[in-house]
């Protein structure tokens, strides 16, 4: 800056808020030392606070009359001063109380090594830094204080100066631990001085927090733990008894304490406290080695454990300190064992957050919701949990940790880039709202001065700029917090034993046969070919796996599941995303596992897509979808392909997708039975809709078409298992061609739908057109209606009440139902004659439908009280009341039947058992086809398959009987109701 421009107005945009004095100020300089003070003056500006740095020069050059011409003259002094200067108030006033302080800037800054700083604050007090029990000479209290106060001042400038503060970060956070270390051995050398006798103790300072972290703030408290022992005599045997060292250690702790936090003309340096150690503020200050072991191995509860990571001998004896790290670290990577650490863990972060007083919670950088805090408990719950294996995570800095964490697979390298970035941010701003007045606090302020001086001492350009990064990082660190911090694989990985989490380690082929593998070789071999080498997915592998195996333990077959689980991830390869929403996502895995464990037709139907396995992430995405967004996008991918049996490929593989989805929620309990039903109904009228419409591009001109829903899928009531029945209408046409047409299109959507291939095959059975199998596939709608109003049989009637809108052109599909409501829904409801022959028609079922040989109580839709039976019943109450009772014309079984119940032609208790019984045997037909992978209507025998069926209804290992026992319950009783209801019926 030259003279020329140091108008007040120019000041003021510059940064000066007395942009007059300063022009005096600055006017004077220019005068006094020429235009080559312009660069002096350029870095006044550039400092946080141009007002504070002026008026702390003009201190010093008032004090020292030389020093103005000296920092012109040796830049990087004046830059290192105004930096200083301008970002602290109170090394600002330090350097105007002690102006040749300003000299420790003038050297060099570098990190100092641990001896350096020993010397630099023990030499003061007249202590030798080369003993290893050093003593101060008398009445030194405050040269400790001042030297203390010029290494923060060395170490503030090399911070303030950085081209890079936040990769600087680490370093000074590691500097300002080592001065603690430093301060503490000096400030004992004082206690020494202080205290008679205290050669016969051993006072071993064992640091923690922070400090022990080498992560230490400008302005913090001192977390410290006392381990004394009796000093030794040359001949190794205790100068005094245990108590006695004791006494003497408290009284040499006690003077240590003072000289750290006593307020003289010097200043002050920080609290040590001590509401770490064992039973807090309550216990002993100082104990023995054998009573801390003593305390940690019986009382210590988890959170102490959790403080203890960061545990690192400070000063002292450094050996008996050591020891007692020594003796605590395997504790403290035992402590994830503990029942409830997780949960306790989490719970302990939220009771700080509701602790936070309202008016500070949104100003909080440490402990508010998304602020450093969670980043650190994030670190250390993953390490704690994951460490009692892997040693190589087990550092004490939370970003050393972190990055250990990222390099091994634990946490995701964007996750972990954004949680470190967002640390160093927030660490950074702790820093200098500390650098300021040397106090400790961890709140945004809430001045414009503050905030100003704030983001220009972080290098940002203004304050709405430092607020947004800083609520951007804290956003960041909240939404990665919650969802590493609670993550259910980490909580399922705690509850396993350490030595089990090592899948490689002696006996774990007994541990498999134990957790429940058949073949436990089998399983190790899958195990090894997951979790072998050194590649980032082994590492993650090696992570999920402990996890996983107890997961699939859980299902009925974890033998398939860890079968299924390896080739589901060898096909997905090296696919980005899959390892790691498996690592990181709220249940994903469990999932997974639980899914592969208990049905091979789902696991049959992902291995064809295994990038399916993304819809896992999200129980929203779970749940069925609705025929219009299935049948735009089948539509829609089907139109990319001008091949015909191309494009079919392509909507059969978006049905295979969707009855994954289906499936998928069905085993995970996301949806019930009807939903189940309406979902695979939606889906294939979808399916037949999209293919109806593609097959027709074959032909330059068809008629309109309609296909009639029937049976269950007119009901909305499809079983994995069932064909789509169906009725296929077409348009009265002049076209002698028409009719043609119609029948070659429905003989194509019924062969390139059944069609062997990757993807399931959908039958469309047409057996219940009018004249049965020796009736044409297609019909007019004017034959429909003849064929209806002439030559229908009762049986005909029975199953149009399950006639609904299928696909094809919903407008033809209405003329025709509207044209059978007279025959499903007749007049005067049914004749004598036509209920004997439902009647008889339902016993023939019984007795040369039911397989020979087998047991019919175990039939869940032709035996008694089966689906067969509760449906019949319905149907029958519908054809003889629905002329009365308008809420019975429905096609869905269940509405019926509460319509029925409604106008009392069913009881409440005879409703409710036809309802429990057809429910509970749609839900065992459907577990039987998910478990197999192929359909049977019967409960299995092998106590194997009935276990893993009776899982997958939600009963636990070993609950078969009682299931078997409560579907014969239910199912006797919907007979009694058929006795009465059916077979009485006049």
């Given at each position: 800056m030259d003279r020329t421009t140091t108008t007040e107005g120019t000041l003021a945009r510059l940064g000066f808020g007395d942009p007059h004095r300063a022009a005096e100020t600055l006017d004077a300089w220019f005068a006094e030392h020429g235009d080559g003070c312009g660069a002096l003056v350029d870095q006044v500006i550039a400092s946080a606070d141009p007002d504070l740095t002026l008026n702390g020069l003009t201190r010093l050059d008032a004090a020292r009359p030389d020093l103005l011409a000296a920092l012109v003259a040796e830049p990087e002094w004046g830059e290192r001063v105004c930096r200083v200067l301008g970002a602290s108030v109170a090394l600002n006033q330090h350097l105007g109380a002690h102006p040749a302080d300003v000299d420790v800037l003038r050297g060099p800054i570098e990190r100092r090594a641990v001896t350096g700083?020993?010397?630099?604050?023990?030499?003061?007090?007249?202590?030798?830094?080369?003993?290893?029990?050093?003593?101060?000479?008398?009445?030194?209290?405050?040269?400790?204080?001042?030297?203390?106060?010029?290494?923060?001042?060395?170490?503030?400038?090399?911070?303030?100066?950085s081209t890079d503060p936040l990769a600087e970060l680490p370093s000074v956070a590691g500097e300002l631990a080592d001065l603690a270390d430093a301060t503490v051995e000096a400030a004992l050398a004082l206690a020494r001085e202080q205290v008679p006798g205290w050669q016969k103790a051993r006072l071993g300072i064992v640091a923690l927090g922070k400090t022990g972290g080498q992560e230490l703030n400008y302005v913090s408290d001192v977390d410290v733990l006392y381990v004394a022992e009796p000093?030794?005599?040359?001949?190794?045997?205790?100068?005094?008894?245990?108590?006695?060292?004791?006494?003497?250690?408290a009284k040499l702790v006690g003077a240590l304490t003072r000289e750290c936090s006593a307020h003289t003309a010097a200043g002050t340096i920080w609290q040590l406290d001590a509401a770490l150690r064992p039973e807090g503020k309550a216990g002993p200050l100082v104990r023995s080695l054998a009573s801390h072991q003593a305390y940690y191995e019986k009382w210590a509860k988890n959170w102490e454990f959790q403080a203890m990571l960061k545990a690192r001998a400070m000063a002292g004896d450094r050996a008996l300190a050591a020891e007692f790290?020594?003796?605590?670290?395997?504790?403290?990577?035992?402590?994830?064992?503990?029942?409830?650490?997780?949960?306790?863990?989490?719970?302990?972060?939220?009771?700080?957050?509701?602790?936070?007083?309202?008016?500070?919670?949104?100003?909080?950088?440490?402990?508010?919701?998304?602020?450093?805090?969670?980043?650190?408990?994030?670190?250390?719950?993953?390490?704690?949990?994951?460490?009692?294996?892997?040693?190589?995570?087990?550092?004490?800095?939370?970003?050393?940790?972190?990055?250990?964490?990222?390099?091994?697979?634990?946490?995701?390298?964007?996750?972990?880039?954004?949680?470190?970035?967002?640390?160093?941010?927030?660490?950074?701003?702790?820093?200098?709202?500390?650098?300021?007045?040397?106090?400790?606090?961890?709140?945004?302020?809430?001045?414009?001065?503050?905030?100003?001086?704030?983001?220009?001492s972080t290098g940002m350009a203004d304050v709405d700029e430092l607020l947004t990064r800083w609520r951007d990082a804290t956003r960041r660190v909240l939404k990665l917090h919650q969802r590493l911090f609670y993550s259910p694989l980490l909580e399922a990985v705690a509850r396993i034993p350490s030595e089990a989490v090592r899948l490689t380690s002696y006996g774990a082929e007994v541990r498999l046969r134990a957790l429940?593998?058949?073949?436990?070789?089998?399983?190790?071999?899958?195990?090894?070919?997951?979790?072998?080498?050194?590649?980032?997915?082994?590492?993650?592998?090696?992570?999920?796996?402990?996890?996983?195996?107890?997961?699939?333990?859980?299902?009925?077959?974890?033998?398939?599941?860890?079968?299924?689980?390896?080739?589901?991830?060898?096909?997905?390869?090296?696919?980005?995303?899959?390892?790691?929403?498996?690592?990181?996502?709220?249940?994903?895995?469990?999932?997974?596992?639980?899914?592969?464990?208990s049905s091979r037709y789902t696991v049959d139907l992902m291995m064809r897509a295994p990038q399916s396995v993304g819809m896992l992430g999200d129980a929203s995405n779970l749940q069925p979808r609705d025929r219009g967004e299935i049948l735009a996008e089948m539509r829609a991918s089907a139109k990319r392909h001008d091949d015909v049996s191309v494009a079919v490929e392509h909507i059969r593989a978006v049905r295979r997708r969707e009855l994954l989805r289906v499936a998928m929620a069905d085993i995970l309990g996301l949806i019930d039975l009807t939903t189940v039903g309406v979902g695979l109904s939606e889906l294939i009228s979808a399916t037949i809709d999209a293919t109806l419409e593609v097959v027709r591009r074959r032909f330059e001109w068809s008629p309109r078409m309609a296909v009639i829903a029937l049976g269950r899928w007119g009901g909305g009531e499809l079983a994995y298992a069932s064909d789509a029945d169906a009725m296929f209408v077409v348009e009265d046409s002049d076209r002698p061609?028409?009719?043609?047409?119609?029948?070659?299109?429905?003989?194509?959507?019924?062969?390139?739908?059944?069609?062997?291939?990757?993807?399931?095959?959908?039958?469309?059975?047409?057996?219940?057109?009018?004249?049965?199998?020796?009736?044409?596939?297609?019909?007019?709608?004017?034959?429909?209606?003849?064929?209806?109003?002439?030559?229908?049989?009762?049986?005909?009637?029975?199953?149009?009440?399950?006639?609904?809108?299928?696909?094809?052109?919903?407008?033809?599909?209405?003329?025709?139902?509207?044209?059978?409501?007279?025959?499903?829904?007749?007049?005067?409801?049914?004749?004598?004659?036509?209920?004997?022959?439902?009647?008889?028609?339902?016993a023939r079922m019984e007795v040369e439908r039911i397989p020979r040989g087998s047991d019919p109580l175990r039939n869940t839709k032709l035996g008694p009280g089966g689906l067969s039976d509760v449906e019949w019943v319905v149907q029958l109450l519908q054809l003889a009341n629905a002329h009365e009772v308008p809420g019975l014309r429905t096609t869905s079984t269940l509405t019926a039947l509460a319509a029925a119940e409604q106008a009392d032609l069913v009881t409440v208790d005879d409703a409710r058992a036809l309802r429990d019984a057809w429910l509970l045997a749609g839900r065992?037909?459907?577990?039987?086809?998910?478990?197999?992978?192929?359909?049977?209507?019967?409960?299995?025998?092998?106590?194997?398959?009935a276990g893993a069926v009776a899982q997958l209804l939600g009963y636990d290992k070993g609950e078969a009987s009682i299931l078997f026992d409560e579907y014969r319950r239910r199912t006797r009783h919907a007979r009694q109701v058929m006795d009465h209801v059916f077979w009485g019926l006049d």
């Open positions: 700083l020993r010397a630099a604050v023990l030499c003061p007090i007249g202590a030798d830094p080369g003993d290893e029990q050093p003593v101060a000479q008398p009445q030194r209290s405050d040269e400790l204080r001042l030297a203390y106060r010029r290494e923060v001042l060395r170490i503030a400038a090399r911070d303030l100066t000093a030794l005599d040359e001949s190794g045997e205790p100068v005094c008894s245990t108590a006695e060292a004791i006494a003497v250690a790290v020594a003796m605590v670290a395997p504790m403290v990577w035992r402590v994830a064992e503990n029942d409830q650490f997780v949960s306790e863990t989490q719970a302990m972060r939220r009771r700080v957050i509701s602790l936070l007083p309202a008016r500070e919670a949104d100003r909080e950088i440490k402990l508010g919701a998304g602020g450093l805090r969670d980043v650190e408990f994030s670190v250390q719950l993953i390490q704690l949990v994951h460490g009692r294996a892997d040693d190589r995570v087990r550092q004490a800095g939370t970003l050393a940790a972190l990055a250990k964490l990222i390099e091994y697979g634990y946490v995701g390298r964007s996750d972990g880039s954004d949680l470190d970035a967002a640390y160093r941010l927030m660490r950074l701003l702790e820093h200098r709202i500390q650098l300021e007045k040397m106090r400790r606090t961890h709140l945004m302020p809430d001045d414009e001065l503050s905030l100003r001086r704030l983001a220009r429940g593998y058949a073949d436990p070789k089998a399983a190790l071999r899958h195990i090894e070919a997951l979790s072998q080498g050194l590649s980032r997915q082994a590492e993650i592998q090696r992570q999920l796996l402990p996890a996983m195996l107890g997961w699939f333990t859980a299902g009925p077959n974890p033998d398939h599941a860890l079968l299924a689980f390896r080739q589901v991830s060898e096909a997905m390869g090296r696919t980005h995303w899959y390892l790691r929403a498996l690592r990181d996502g709220d249940a994903m895995a469990e999932r997974l596992a639980r899914i592969l464990s061609d028409a009719m043609k047409i119609a029948t070659q299109i429905t003989s194509d959507l019924r062969a390139v739908l059944a069609k062997a291939g990757p993807d399931p095959s959908l039958d469309i059975d047409i057996d219940l057109r009018p004249e049965g199998k020796n009736g044409p596939m297609v019909r007019s709608l004017s034959s429909f209606r003849a064929y209806y109003e002439r030559w229908s049989s009762t049986w005909e009637a029975q199953a149009l009440v399950r006639a609904a809108h299928g696909a094809g052109d919903p407008e033809l599909s209405a003329e025709l139902l509207e044209s059978i409501d007279v025959l499903r829904y007749p007049a005067d409801g049914l004749l004598r004659q036509q209920v004997l022959e439902i009647r008889k028609l339902k065992l037909r459907n577990a039987i086809l998910l478990l197999r992978g192929r359909a049977s209507d019967t409960i299995p025998s092998d106590p194997r398959e």
